[in-house]
């Protein structure tokens, strides 16, 4: 017979060891056993149930490595989680065992300090670590296991109503909360995304819940503008079919990271008006045209992941943010490498391919 805490996660009597998704190198991934963590003082765990792949944690498995972050050592992946506390450490208050959480995945590294022009800015710190990344040595271990050690500081309790399979989506739909931020007020107005991949179609979402009258969709996928029709597009654009990006438009978000889109959505871009740039670019030279970007005078900023937006997220998704049609896939841990492959696979019609974390290998592809 299960006790109480065991219900809400907390792990069996005499269990030792734990199951994590693990990436060794470039195409090595496992499901290794991990020895159970025990939560320290101010630390939470949490018996984790769902988690996002996401392109880092497929840049690792394929390649070794996630932009200039190269495996040195063995890696758990995953930064996208949720999950219940299953046990609080010595001095955690405000929290309590059986409550669904998720985690803000940052830790600043050093004094905290930031000159005065970007301060409360976290993002920007210029070392952080962060859950699945081995930009560090040791590495920091992501989510992608039946449990996890959390400094209580970066538990975000869900509000009532949101699940854990949607909770494990508020860290991609803050980093799209905080490119939206990253413009003027959309309220009325008509608004491009370029990319529709999971975090462009959850751009749609967060500029539709912030107010925008129009939002247009574009990207080579139908499959990708089906998801962000879904998610609240008021047009698509097949560029696959011939279909051309609309002109003069206010604002702006390009989500697809390809340097070859650069030029066309600056063109798009209106005399004046502001390009969000929330897909990654390459870290090496590229070729773009980029001349409307001086004579258009069109200010082109920059988005990189998050401040605090997590917060806004699990707002947004308890006041009707519906990310659900973003999810197109569902696998057991046990299946994480063929999630992996559906993941990064652009023929397999996925966008967002979640992983059951909890062992109990109970969902099946979606």
């Not at 508020?170 to 980093?175: I, N």
Request: hydrophobic share 45%; proline share 7%; glycine share 12%.
């Amino acid at each position: 017979m299960t006790t109480a805490a065991e219900e809400h996660g907390a792990p069996a009597t005499g269990k030792r060891t734990m199951r994590a998704l693990v990436v060794h190198g470039p195409g090595d991934v496992r499901v290794d056993e991990r020895p159970l963590p025990v939560p320290g003082p101010g630390e939470v765990l949490l018996a984790l149930e769902w988690g996002g792949i996401c392109g880092s944690d497929i840049a690792y498995w394929r390649h070794g490595a996630s932009g200039t972050a190269a495996l040195s050592h063995p890696l758990v992946l995953g930064h996208e989680v949720a999950g219940h506390i299953a046990a609080l450490g010595p001095g955690v208050t405000g929290l309590a065992e059986g409550q669904p959480a998720t985690v803000h995945p940052a830790r600043p590294v050093g004094d905290g300090v930031l000159p005065q022009r970007i301060a409360g800015r976290t993002n920007l710190y210029p070392h952080v670590r962060y859950f699945g990344s081995a930009a560090f040595t040791p590495h920091t271990d992501g989510g992608f296991s039946e449990y996890r050690t959390v400094d209580a500081d970066q538990v975000r309790p869900l509000p009532d109503g949101v699940d854990t399979e949607r909770g494990a989506l508020a860290e991609p739909l803050a980093v799209a909360l905080h490119a939206v931020g990253r413009a003027p007020s959309l309220h009325g107005r008509t608004v491009l995304v370029n990319g529709a991949g999971p975090i462009g179609s959850l751009v749609v979402a967060a500029a539709k819940h912030r107010g925008a009258g129009t939002v247009i969709a574009a990207d080579l996928s139908a499959d990708a503008l089906a998801v962000a029709r879904a998610m609240g597009a008021d047009e698509t654009r097949d560029l696959a079919r011939g279909e051309t990006l609309p002109e003069d438009v206010e604002v702006v978000f390009e989500a697809s990271g390809a340097p070859a889109a650069l030029g066309a959505v600056l063109r798009a871009t209106a005399r004046g008006g502001t390009l969000v740039q929330v897909g990654n670019l390459p870290g090496s030279a590229v070729t773009a045209v980029l001349g409307d970007l001086v004579t258009r005078e069109i200010t082109w900023t920059g988005s990189y992941r998050f401040v605090e937006e997590i917060d806004d997220a699990l707002l947004a998704l308890r006041d009707g943010v519906d990310v659900t049609p973003l999810i197109t896939h569902r696998f057991p841990l046990d299946r994480a490498a063929e999630a992996l492959s559906v993941a990064a696979d652009p023929a397999a019609g996925s966008s967002k391919v979640l992983l059951r974390l909890s062992g109990r290998g109970d969902s099946a592809p979606a």
